[in-house]
């Protein structure tokens, strides 16, 4: 139904088009939409069939005529990326079509979709030889497009979402210098290195106690869309060992579609209270195992942790809270003290800017300011102090809260759907390790 409905729309813009021609065209059009009729309704197939059935029709009383066809029926194609600062209207510019034609998509029905555009996006405009948008598809994803259609004055649109197929791939490593570079090796890309970096990041303090012959290994998505790989998904478990100690993660999505990691028992592995307050892959001397921290040295009677850093590097509040205080001294520099519930206080001195108020809520991992070497500092570097009932504590080697455990209602739900996948991990491990020993064997042979 919506093919004829397409084509008779395209018949009457050739009515107004070619009035001399009326008659031809009308008296073809009958014919047009029986033989159409009959054929499916698969968008490929109708722009490959569409011309046909036209061009013979009209052929046979009127040769002339043939000259509009097919060419007047393909689209001309522009395509545009949407970089930053870009808007409709911007992008429309640069394909050369009018404000006219950004409000009529825009004020569309289906002109929602269009409401907030990311850089990355791109946006095809399928122009006819009148000048008329006639399809526009917003490609938001290899896996996510809306296809616009003009029809009878206005537009409608379609969304069109692909399943990839998902593989499962597994990589592990020992750590040499760095999680970063161990991860390079084992051909990570860098976004699982960092979702590695958050899931164990709340138990493993990655800037001061990760050691060389630590290890990981993963089990996580490879993504593809028609034999073509479009990267990677999510870790689904993975296995942290720290100065001896083994941590495990496994991914759950619970019954209410939010996914989390836990650990085999049912434990989250979120905690109340970030273990570095900072982007851990920002931190100069987090990366390099042999660099130790110089400020945190020189300075006596010292009661937090620095954390050398680049200035501007976000520091996050470690966990909900109220910002107590938010100003200057000229020890301090820029300073930010955040009261979590009764107990727990956490302070952040040396500030570049502070990014909230006294008085204001904070959620955990909300950017509270940014580091600096305001104050009594040598250089840039976050200064961090961890209290527990007013006395300070090591904010590296305090005793946490501990996390929730998944809910009873969806404990038997979670051990279901996470055993296969801990078995498969320990299955990939099992198998590189007989590998490595056969290895060993027969190069000692
Ligand atoms: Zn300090």
Same mark, same amino acid.
């Given at each position: 139904?919506?093919?004829?409905?397409?084509?008779?729309?395209? *018949?009457?813009?050739?009515?107004?088009?070619? /009035?001399?021609?009326?008659?031809? @065209? +009308? $008296?073809?059009? !009958? %014919?047009?939409? &029986?033989?159409?009729?009959?054929?499916?309704?698969?968008?490929?197939?109708?722009?490959?069939?569409?011309?046909?059935?036209?061009?013979?029709?009209?052929?046979?009383?009127?040769?002339?005529?043939?000259?509009?066809?097919?060419?007047?029926?393909?689209?001309?194609?522009?395509?545009?990326?949407?970089?930053?600062?870009?808007?409709?209207?911007? *992008?429309?510019?640069?394909?050369?079509?009018? /404000?006219?034609?950004?409000?009529? @998509? +825009? $004020?569309?029905? !289906? %002109?929602?979709? &269009?409401?907030?555009?990311?850089?990355?996006?791109?946006?095809?405009?399928?122009?006819?030889?009148?000048?008329?948008?006639?399809?526009?598809?917003?490609?938001?994803?290899?896996?996510?497009?809306?296809?616009?259609?003009?029809?009878?004055?206005?537009?409608?649109?379609?969304k069109?979402?692909?399943?990839?197929?998902?593989?499962?791939?597994?990589?592990?490593?020992?750590?040499?210098?760095?999680?970063?570079?161990?991860?390079?090796?084992?051909?990570?890309p860098?976004?699982?290195?960092?979702?590695?970096?958050?899931?164990?990041?709340?138990?493993?303090?990655?800037?001061?106690?990760?050691?060389?012959?630590?290890s990981?290994?993963?089990?996580?998505?490879?993504?593809?869309?028609?034999?073509?790989?479009?990267?990677?998904?999510?870790?689904?478990a993975?296995?942290?060992?720290?100065?001896?100690?083994?941590?495990?993660?496994?991914?759950?999505?619970?019954?209410?579609?939010?996914?989390?990691?836990?650990?085999?028992?049912?434990?989250?592995?979120?905690?109340?209270?970030?273990?570095?307050?900072?982007?851990?892959?920002?931190?100069?001397?987090?990366?390099?195992?042999?660099?130790?921290?110089?400020?945190?040295?020189?300075?006596?009677?010292?009661?937090?942790?620095?954390?050398?850093?680049?200035?501007?590097?976000?520091?996050?509040?470690?966990?909900?809270?109220?910002?107590?205080?938010?100003?200057?001294?000229?020890?301090?520099?820029?300073?930010v003290?955040?009261?979590?519930g009764?107990?727990?206080?956490?302070?952040?001195?040396?500030?570049?800017?502070?990014?909230?108020?006294?008085?204001?809520?904070?959620?955990?991992?909300?950017?509270?300011?940014?580091?600096?070497?305001?104050?009594y500092?040598?250089?840039?570097?976050?200064?961090?102090?961890?209290?527990v009932?007013?006395?300070?504590?090591?904010?590296?080697?305090?005793?946490?809260?501990?996390?929730?455990?998944?809910?009873?209602?969806?404990?038997?739900?979670?051990?279901?759907?996470?055993?296969?996948?801990l078995?498969?991990?320990?299955?990939?491990?099992?198998?590189?390790?007989?590998?490595?020993?056969?290895?060993?064997?027969?190069?000692?042979?």
């Open positions: 139904m919506i093919n004829l409905q397409k084509l008779s729309g395209f *018949l009457l813009s050739i009515f107004r088009e070619f /009035p001399r021609r009326h008659l031809i @065209v +009308s $008296s073809a059009l !009958a %014919g047009c939409l &029986l033989a159409l009729a009959t054929y499916p309704n698969n968008d490929t197939d109708f722009k490959r069939q569409i011309a046909e059935p036209i061009t013979l029709v009209i052929e046979e009383r009127a040769p002339e005529v043939v000259a509009l066809e097919p060419q007047e029926f393909e689209l001309h194609w522009k395509e545009q990326r949407v970089t930053s600062g870009d808007n409709l209207s911007t *992008l429309f510019q640069r394909a050369k079509l009018s /404000p006219i034609d950004v409000y009529k @998509v +825009s $004020s569309s029905k !289906a %002109g929602r979709a &269009l409401r907030n555009l990311y850089p990355g996006e791109t946006f095809r405009f399928g122009v006819d030889s009148d000048g008329l948008l006639a399809e526009l598809h917003y490609i938001k994803s290899p896996l996510e497009r809306h296809i616009f259609t003009y029809n009878n004055g206005s537009y409608s649109a379609e069109k979402l692909l399943e990839p197929d998902v593989l499962i791939s597994y990589r592990e490593g020992v750590i040499k210098d760095s999680l970063y570079m161990a991860g390079k090796e084992a051909t990570l860098d976004k699982l290195i960092m979702e590695l970096a958050n899931i164990f990041g709340w138990d493993i303090d990655f800037v001061f106690d990760i050691r060389r012959g630590d990981f290994s993963l089990t996580y998505e490879d993504r593809y869309l028609e034999g073509e790989k479009l990267g990677a998904g999510n870790i689904i993975a296995s942290f060992t720290n100065r001896g100690k083994t941590y495990q993660a496994v991914r759950y999505t619970n019954s209410k579609g939010r996914s989390n990691y836990y650990t085999p028992e049912g434990r989250s592995m979120r905690k109340a209270f970030l273990r570095t307050p900072l982007d851990i892959f920002r931190i100069s001397s987090g990366f390099n195992l042999r660099r130790k921290h110089p400020i945190h040295k020189k300075i006596k009677a010292h009661r937090g942790v620095d954390y050398a850093a680049p200035r501007g590097t976000p520091v996050y509040a470690a966990g909900d809270g109220k910002v107590i205080a938010s100003g200057y001294s000229k020890p301090n520099g820029n300073y003290f955040v009261q979590h009764q107990t727990y206080t956490t302070k952040y001195l040396h500030l570049n800017r502070k990014k909230v108020r006294k008085g204001q809520t904070v959620r955990q991992r909300q950017l509270i300011g940014t580091v600096g070497s305001t104050g500092a040598t250089g840039p570097h976050l200064h961090y102090e961890f209290l009932n007013g006395v300070h504590r090591n904010p590296r080697t305090v005793k946490l809260p501990q996390s929730r455990p998944i809910a009873q209602a969806e404990k038997v739900a979670f051990l279901k759907a996470t055993k296969s996948r078995t498969q991990l320990a299955k990939y491990q099992q198998a590189t390790q007989l590998a490595s020993v056969q290895h060993n064997n027969s190069s000692a042979n």
